[in-house]
């Protein structure tokens, strides 16, 4: 039901978008989450339904930026200035309405970033 794109292999200072398509379902939340290789998966971002309102994690505020398109029922994590560290998968969650977690998960895409 979520389908993450978008990743790749770029240069440090590079930009990407990454998409999530929905399918099924409105989520009342949906977000971006990241694991690098050997370490814990981590929040990155998110973005209600509802006002579109999004929250990026701070220590990554002002180089990603969250978006939502309701009507075409996806979502866009844009990534500037990337840097070696930000290389992970990024995956794509949503967290459907009366419900406290992220229970719906997408394949994940590949980021990688070379210094």
């Known amino acids: 039901q979520l389908q993450a794109s978008g990743g790749g292999l770029v240069q440090a200072g590079d930009s990407l978008r990454l998409s999530c398509a929905a399918s099924g379902r409105a989520f009342i939340v949906m977000g971006w989450f990241r694991q690098a290789p050997g370490k814990e998966r981590e929040f990155v971002a998110s973005i209600t339904r509802s006002g579109g309102r999004g929250f990026v994690e701070d220590f990554l505020k002002g180089r990603f930026t969250i978006s939502r398109d309701n009507r075409k029922n996806t979502m866009s994590l844009e990534m500037n200035h990337l840097k070696p560290e930000d290389t992970a998968i990024y995956y794509c969650?949503?967290?459907?309405?009366?419900?406290?977690?992220?229970?719906?998960w997408g394949q994940g895409t590949q980021v990688t970033v070379s210094s």
């Open positions: 969650a949503g967290r459907a309405a009366g419900r406290s977690s992220y229970e719906y």
